[in-house]
């Protein structure tokens, strides 16, 4: 079962309410941990995530109004996922190194570049999808085009990736690790 914590866009003022669910994975399937394995739509009202059959690797999907969970065709091979800002989409990265956009309204698997498949990514209000390469953070229109570099290792500070980017203030800031080792206290 996957336990899914809901945040919320309200002001910290306002009544808010806690919602609780439990999703039970489909018959053999294991959740893929990853650090972006499960995304949660930005209404709140869908959950994705990696799941593992077979030692294939695939994304699902489960509207909390249906009861079924479901495989998003053409996700095979998908080790991270996230929303596009409508809910309409998701980002994935594929354990070949590529970054995908697919559709869920209409199942159409567009594949922008190639990308770190383990760093994450982040799709923001202005459709710019922003994604970790070895060499830094890099950004591409989900519509397609050439990517753009948004940030470079400091190789003389120990950096040794930049990952996890998280788009706010409707995608204007980029919150990202810095990674500079792998023990405890090395990210930041």
């Given at each position: 079962a996957i336990t899914v914590r809901m945040?919320?866009?309200?002001?910290?003022?306002?009544?808010?309410?806690?919602?609780?669910?439990?999703?039970?994975?489909?018959?053999?399937?294991?959740?893929?941990?990853?650090?972006?394995s499960v995304a949660v739509s930005p209404d709140s009202m869908t959950l994705a995530f990696v799941g593992?059959?077979?030692?294939?690797?695939?994304?699902?999907?489960?509207?909390?109004?249906?009861?079924?969970?479901a495989p998003v065709p053409g996700s095979e091979t998908g080790s991270e996922c996230f929303f596009s800002p409508d809910g309409r989409s998701l980002g994935v990265l594929t354990n070949q190194g590529q970054l995908k956009?697919?559709?869920?309204?209409?199942?159409?698997?567009?594949?922008?570049?190639?990308?770190?498949?383990?760093?994450?990514?982040?799709?923001?209000?202005d459709n710019q999808i922003t994604f970790s390469?070895?060499?830094?953070?890099?950004?591409?229109?989900?519509?397609?085009?050439?990517?753009?570099?948004?940030?470079?290792?400091?190789?003389?500070?120990?950096?040794?990736?930049?990952g996890t980017p998280t788009a706010i203030a409707d995608g204007k800031v980029i919150l990202f690790t810095v990674v500079t080792g792998s023990g405890r206290g090395e990210a930041h």
């Open positions: 945040l919320s866009q309200q002001s910290p003022r306002a009544n808010r309410s806690v919602a609780r669910l439990e999703i039970n994975l489909p018959s053999g399937v294991e959740l893929y941990a990853n650090s972006q593992v059959s077979g030692g294939i690797r695939q994304i699902f999907v489960r509207h909390f109004d249906q009861f079924d969970t956009t697919i559709s869920l309204t209409n199942g159409l698997v567009v594949t922008l570049t190639e990308a770190d498949f383990t760093a994450g990514g982040a799709w923001a209000p390469r070895p060499d830094g953070l890099w950004r591409i229109r989900a519509a397609g085009g050439m990517p753009t570099q948004l940030t470079r290792l400091n190789r003389s500070k120990g950096e040794q990736s930049h």
